[in-house]
């Protein structure tokens, strides 16, 4: 048996026949697939091509479903996006996921709420590419997301049957683009710290919180959730194994990072025990004992990281960079002044391979190679010969 281009059509390599094998779906009622097997036609002609065999399978597919899986012939998309793939789509993800992903569902269905779901057209999706690439306002990243998830909820009225093929895979994906995420060199960040009044109990957290940020390269979740028990005085050691969360007022601290490899031990620097040994006795005076990052028993909201960073970063005249932007800073701080190894950078942010820090980074190490082109100059000998050793004479319009 050997494949063709055409998906569930095969050429029988003892007889030369073509066949197609078909998944129609599951039986509702005893659970069990159903799958159409033929090498004739209706007519009981036998298949002669590939092509034949396509036609006669995707006739019997479309007839099955029009008979016994589209009940709800007139459901639109916004129906479906609603009652049927969001209550999936939400138990699937994190609760953050689902919380930073509202807009993007929101944008989708402000499109077509009102459009039956088996009456979307290719020249539809198009329509709204175009229009998430030139009227939405929407930055490319955010448009690339918002296609992409309105490709997949297709994909996936597909494998539930309610339509029989997604006409949006028929266009091209909208590419992310470079995002290039602003970050602050190490004079930036001595200004910025420069402009903290640690006397101050609340202005000494921020000092800490932007200290530890950019000394360490955590992710901001990271951070928020660290506890005085994940700070080992004696080995200088800082330990990453959770993320915090905010959801209606509350907290939740998860157990875990956002990949296996963010699981990490972090080691910490003299200048940063020393801070955070001086603040702990802080805290202490004031009642705080639990998180680092805080001011009360309770943990920072990631809201509150972003507006201390552009506090300072006003306070300071320097850019205003997001709070991520601590941890491409840390990155570009050990590449630029301290030349560090890739592979140490990558472990030290929490990546599972060097080659997603090379990714995001790469572009940080374009001056490492100075070192090669000094060691270059003056070691190769040039002696220019006096005589012509070969005897081509291609060119000869050009003068010597």
Not at 150 to 172: C, D, G, H, W
Not at 272 to 280: A, E, F, G
Not at 337 to 352: K, M, T
Not at 362 to 370: K, V
């Amino acid at each position: 048996m050997a494949k063709t281009k055409y998906p569930g059509v095969y050429k029988n390599e003892k007889t030369g026949r073509f066949f197609y094998n078909v998944w129609l779906g599951v039986d509702k009622i005893t659970g069990k697939t159903i799958q159409r097997k033929r090498s004739r036609s209706e007519l009981g002609e036998p298949f002669l091509t590939a092509k034949a065999a396509h036609i006669e399978a995707t006739k019997i597919k479309r007839e099955y479903h029009q008979v016994h899986q589209y009940r709800n012939y007139n459901m639109t998309y916004g129906q479906f996006l609603t009652q049927i793939y969001l209550p999936i789509y939400k138990g699937n993800v994190e609760k953050s996921t689902w919380l930073s992903r509202k807009s993007v569902f929101k944008t989708i269905k402000k499109r077509f709420k009102s459009k039956k779901l088996r009456s979307i057209t290719v020249e539809d999706c198009e329509m709204f590419r175009v229009f998430l690439l030139t009227e939405s306002g929407y930055s490319q990243s955010f448009s690339s997301m918002v296609y992409s998830t309105f490709r997949r909820t297709l994909t996936k009225a597909v494998n539930l049957q309610y339509i029989e093929v997604n006409p949006s895979m028929r266009t091209k994906a909208i590419p992310k683009g470079k995002a290039v995420v602003p970050y602050w060199t190490k004079d930036e960040f001595e200004r910025v710290i420069s402009s903290v009044y640690v006397k101050d109990f609340y202005e000494h957290m921020s000092f800490v919180m932007l200290w530890l940020y950019y000394t360490t390269g955590m992710r901001v979740s990271e951070g928020l959730a660290l506890t005085w028990d994940d700070v080992d005085f004696e080995k200088k050691m800082l330990r990453i194994h959770g993320t915090l969360e905010w959801y209606t007022g509350e907290y939740t601290v998860k157990p875990y990072t956002k990949t296996k490899s963010s699981m990490r031990m972090i080691s910490l620097d003299n200048d940063t025990i020393y801070i955070l040994k001086k603040w702990k006795e802080r805290q202490l005076k004031h009642g705080v004992t639990k998180f680092i990052l805080s001011t009360t028993e309770r943990p920072l909201v990631r809201g509150t990281v972003n507006n201390i960073v552009n506090r300072y970063a006003d306070a300071a005249g320097v850019k205003r960079i997001q709070a991520k932007g601590l941890r491409h800073s840390h990155a570009s701080y050990l590449i630029n002044q301290h030349n560090i190894d890739i592979l140490v950078v990558s472990q030290r942010l929490g990546h599972s391979s060097p080659e997603i820090t090379l990714k995001h980074y790469a572009h940080l190490w374009n001056r490492n190679d100075t070192v090669v082109a000094e060691a270059i100059t003056g070691d190769i000998d040039i002696n220019i010969t006096d005589k012509k050793l070969i005897g081509f004479y291609g060119n000869q319009h050009v003068k010597n």
